[in-house]
């Protein structure tokens, strides 16, 4: 499956955290995943995200929505890299403008996406993720 | 024709016409991909949930443009959602409809965004209609004993 990596005798999945706001793109991008063998969770805001991550949980691909209440994907953004988080973030929005992403990715993301997420950009991401982790 | 072809070829130029309209596109194509027998009512909860949201937004539209002053910043929000969800279920008119409304926002043109609202609810329940109609005609096939033919929206 494209979303595992084989290792010694244990296939590793690769985890992906779905943040958005949005029930209906949380359930869609987390089937996805799924269907690419991902271990996917998902959350509906930046703050929890962040709480995940400094709880000790840990993902290799975030998929970051743009606006979200209580904490947007740019602060969250922000705040995950403060930590020391590295893993691969690709934020995912509706906004299509060139202006009203850069901010967005100058926060700390590896790619920014229009929703929704497409086979073929899972597919490029999956490739990098995998080097990332070997 | 038995009944089962009947049906399946009333399935497969409905659903093309969908496509050819412009009502939905491909991304409703991929989401029906992510259904399997585990999730088999995938695609039609989806829908529905859909449905619900939508018509929500629909009434904070409503009010939000009722207002004495209009904020046309949480108009623009909601906007702003009702075209994310849309874009996200393939749901093509919906989502032009909400790109045409945004303009008006930021144009802050009250007589245009309240024309486009018009607009946005004759598209929203023209696709509640044909999806309703999708599902309908997909339950007469299966409680007919057929198979549901998966139409590839590339060809149309």
């Known amino acids: 499956m494209a979303g595992e990596m084989a290792g010694n005798s244990t296939k590793k999945k690769i985890s992906a ?33 962040v709480d995940l991550f400094a709880s000790g949980k840990c993902y290799d691909l975030v998929f970051m929505d743009m606006e979200m209440p209580i904490m947007d994907g740019l602060k969250a953004t922000q705040a995950l890299r ?28 590896d ?8 086979r073929d950009g899972i597919i490029s991401l999956l490739d990098q993720v995998a080097k990332k982790l070997l | 024709m038995e009944i089962v072809g009947q049906l399946q070829k009333q399935f497969v130029d ?20 992510l259904q399997d027998e585990s999730t088999p009512d995938f695609v039609c909860e989806l829908v529905s949930e859909y449905f ?66 018009q607009q946005l609810k004759h598209e929203f329940y023209l696709v509640k209609n044909k999806w309703e109609t999708l599902f309908r005609l997909e339950r007469q096939i299966l409680e007919a004993g057929g198979a549901v033919p998966f139409v590839d929206y590339r060809f149309y």
């Open chain 1, 17 to 49: 955290l779905v943040v958005d706001d949005d029930r209906l793109v949380r359930r869609i991008h987390g089937m996805l995943l799924t269907r690419f063998g991902m271990e996917t969770n998902a959350v509906e805001n930046g703050k929890e995200a």
């Open chain 1, 82 to 109: 403060e930590m020391g988080v590295s893993s691969t973030i690709v934020g995912v929005t509706s906004r299509t403008q060139e202006g009203e992403t850069q901010a967005f990715m100058e926060a700390g993301l």
């Open chain 1, 111 to 118: 790619a920014c996406w229009e929703k929704p997420l497409t």
């Open chain 2, 14 to 33: 409905f659903t093309t016409s969908l496509y050819r309209e412009g009502i939905l596109d491909g991304q409703f194509v991929e989401l029906q991909k």
């Open chain 2, 52 to 117: 619900q949201d939508s018509e929500k937004i629909l009434t904070n539209l409503t009010t939000a443009l009722q207002q004495q002053v209009v904020n046309f910043k949480v108009v623009d929000d909601h906007v702003h959602q009702f075209k994310g969800s849309s874009s996200s279920m393939g749901a093509l008119r919906v989502r032009n409809m909400c790109i045409a409304f945004k303009s008006l926002c930021e144009e802050k043109n009250l007589d245009g965004c309240l024309r486009c609202l």
